[in-house]
């Protein structure tokens, strides 16, 4: 058992819920980013009106799903949950349909608002979800049991994945331009492209390495997989949970890349009983990446240079 607790269904589906609708919160805020930054014309009052509104109905969708929902209240609440999801989404998507022109979505203030509305808002959604079910990081995910060695396995997992992810991701971009597709860089490697400050840089390696690793490997391999698991459904639960995590990336080419990634950090967190296996060897996986994306030209140049010396 990977977990002493048994997650209540209930509770899982608030947090998603919460989550997504957090998601949907970054994507308005960027929309709002910019609508300021470019001229809207006449659409800039239709854009005040239909954000502010979508704003609204998000944020009652949040206020309903912050409490377990009684069976007396059950219909009355789930029904007002919906009218909000369903009326906040409407009106959000008309107004970010407004912005989708303006391009620019990879600097790094977007970033930082897709990272507080998704990785951000997991984290602080997860620490409510334990203290609903009256426990804490260490014991709903094993973070005490055999720590060194959990760190250690993660650590050997990215560094042995690492070159076949790269790999695969090579070959699905070579599939694609063979299909006439132009593949596009995920918004975190360009934005670590165009950033150039330190500041912007060491931002980008914080939710690259800690955020994104922690938040990811709770929500996913902490709280959907053992749910899934022990509800009778193993296999399920292994690709279902690995299949959302490479989809929530949003990037087809490195869709198969994290899909068999996300396959390695199941096999570690069963074998090691303890959600810190994963978190290292999805850290250090992204370490390498973002390493990669800073000095990558430099390593490829010297490599050339040295090649045709030889």
């Not at 009684?70 to 999801?85: D, G």
């Not at 990811?216 to 296999?235: S, T």
């Not at 140049?301 to 040295?306: E, P, T």
Request: with cysteine; aromatic share 12%; proline share 3%.
């Amino acid at each position: 058992m990977l977990t002493d607790k048994a997650w209540r269904s209930e509770a899982i589906l608030r947090l998603f819920l919460s989550v997504v609708v957090c998601g949907f919160l970054g994507a308005l805020a960027i929309a709002a980013v910019k609508a300021a930054r470019f001229d809207l014309a006449d659409k800039r009052v239709s854009f005040i009106l239909l954000a502010s509104g979508a704003a609204v109905f998000a944020t009652g969708a949040l206020v309903l799903l912050r409490k377990p929902w009684e069976l007396a209240r059950f219909t009355r609440s789930f029904a007002m949950l919906l009218v909000c999801i369903y009326v906040g989404l409407t009106l959000g998507s008309f107004a970010i349909n407004l912005t989708a022109k303006f391009t620019g979505g990879s600097d790094v203030l977007l970033m930082a608002i897709r990272v507080l509305s998704f990785q951000g808002a997991t984290l602080f959604l997860i620490h409510r979800f334990l203290a609903d079910h009256g426990t804490n990081w260490t014991q709903g995910f094993g973070l005490g049991r055999n720590a060194g060695m959990a760190a250690l396995y993660g650590f050997l997992v990215a560094a042995t994945f690492l070159p076949i992810g790269w790999l695969v991701q090579m070959g699905s971009f070579k599939v694609l331009t063979l299909l006439q597709q132009t593949p596009e860089a995920q918004p975190a490697v360009q934005a670590l492209k165009e950033s150039v400050m330190w500041h912007d840089r060491a931002m980008l390696a914080l939710v690259a390495i800690l955020l994104a690793p922690l938040a990811e490997e709770m929500l996913f391999r902490g709280i959907l997989y053992p749910a899934i698991k022990q509800a009778g459904y193993p296999k399920l639960a292994l690709w279902i949970t690995s299949v959302a995590f490479a989809a929530v990336h949003g990037h087809a080419p490195s869709f198969l890349s994290l899909l068999f990634l996300a396959l390695l950090l199941v096999w570690i967190y069963e074998h090691t009983q303890n959600l810190l296996a994963p978190i290292m060897a999805h850290a250090c996986f992204n370490a390498f990446n973002f390493l990669s994306g800073i000095f990558g030209e430099q390593l490829n140049a010297a490599y050339q240079q040295l090649f045709n010396r030889s």
